[in-house]
């Protein structure tokens, strides 16, 4: 590890953080539905959730895979039927308060951290981080060192997207705009599992 290698880990990070992807659709979402302070948990879940799925996929995740190539797919195909449910929940949810009424309420830290496991661009990002930032000799270190480097990039990108929904419920102020809004991250939460499915 030098200083290039850190320059191109930590670009690394910060374009597959901030690019869309599932989990800053569902950061906007939460912004626009539940506002700042109820989507902390959510992204501090992110921010945990995914070093650690970089470290745990080093120690051996990308094995079992590379061994059972299957168990990648299935879980896969699992992830984007549940990233597909979720969608559906944002286009439904009713963006007022009568929504805590009706039972929603924005992820916990444990609900955003696990499901990075059902997230199929977390997995992608996470096995290209592995096999191309690290090497067999300084496995573990370099796989620490990148999720010291997503646990720094992590969380000014989640802060920036929930703040995007949070400023878009400012500017739709009627009901039936927030809809149409929590209708587009749904489509854009759709349209994210695209690339990583073909």
């Known amino acids: 590890m030098d200083l290039t290698w850190l320059a191109s880990a ?6 597959m953080s901030a690019t869309p992807g599932p989990n800053n659709a569902m950061l906007t ?21 995914f070093p650690a799925m ?25 992830g984007a039927a ?14 007022d308060a009568a929504a805590d009424e009706a039972g929603g309420r ?25 096999v191309t930032f690290t090497s067999q000799a300084g496995l573990l270190v370099e796989a620490a060192v990148l999720a010291l480097i997503f646990l720094a990039v992590t969380p000014p990108v989640a802060m920036f997207w929930t703040l995007v929904g949070v400023g878009a419920a400012r500017v739709l102020r009627t009901r ?11 489509a854009l939460l759709v349209a994210s599992l695209v690339p990583t499915l073909l």
């Open 29 to 49: 979402a939460s912004g626009a539905t539940w506002g700042f302070r109820r989507t902390v948990p959510h992204m501090l879940g992110i921010t945990l959730g």
């Open 10 to 15: 930590g670009a690394f990070a910060v374009s």
């Open 106 to 130: 924005p992820f916990s830290l444990m609900q955003a951290g696990l499901f990075q496991w059902v997230n199929p661009k977390a997995w992608a990002v996470a096995l290209g981080a592995v």
């Open 176 to 186: 039936s705009a927030r809809r149409w809004f929590n209708r587009a991250m749904a």
């Open 82 to 95: 549940y990233l597909l449910w979720l969608a559906w929940c944002i286009a439904m949810a009713r963006p």
């Open 54 to 78: 970089v470290v745990i996929v080093a120690l051996g995740a990308g094995e079992a895979f590379r061994a059972q190539p299957w168990l990648h797919e299935a879980l896969r195909w699992i």
